[in-house]
């Protein structure tokens, strides 16, 4: 999580984690952000006509996805470590691999993801630095 301490940065210097831990999860407000970052890529992902064919690989109800998805960044952004502490491991790429994820479809994603971003992070440079961390881990799923 160095990139993203990195871009982020501590500027108050009293940061109580672990200092190899990203501190983004308490920049941009915690737990109750991380989850409208959640609830808001599904919503736009139910919302946007192009990105059905992401739609349509989610399992009903789509709120387990959400849950898991706020599980999953809030770990990987600093916070609490909700995904490994409830299902181990993330191991994304292995996770996903039964899934046709293609440019196309990797591009579906990062566009519901960069919306929920910029809707829910306010600060134009977390913003930039989240978005440019999660376009990484994005291409990394493709396996098409």
């Known amino acids: 999580m160095n990139?993203?301490?990195?871009?982020?940065?501590n500027k108050t210097g009293n940061d109580e984690r672990d200092p190899q831990q990203s501190n983004a999860y308490d920049r941009i407000g915690g737990e109750q952000t991380v989850r409208a970052i959640a609830k808001q890529f599904y919503m736009q992902m139910q919302s946007k006509p192009d990105t059905k064919p992401l739609l349509d690989i989610h399992r009903a109800p789509i709120s387990e996805s959400e849950q898991k998805l706020f599980e999953f960044l809030s770990g990987w952004l600093g916070g609490p470590?909700?995904?490994?502490q409830k299902y181990g491991h993330?191991?994304?790429r292995a996770r996903h691999m039964p899934f046709k994820i293609d440019d196309a479809m990797r591009d579906q994603w990062l566009v519901c993801m960069k919306a929920a971003i910029e809707l829910e992070?306010?600060?134009?440079q977390h913003q930039q630095a989240i978005y440019s961390a999660i376009s990484t881990l994005a291409d990394h799923m493709r396996n098409q």
Request: no cysteine; hydrophobic share 45%; aromatic share 12%.
């Open 3 to 9: 990139w993203l301490k990195r871009l982020v940065g």
């Open 81 to 84: 470590p909700l995904y490994h």
């Open 90 to 92: 993330p191991a994304l």
């Open 121 to 124: 992070v306010k600060d134009p």
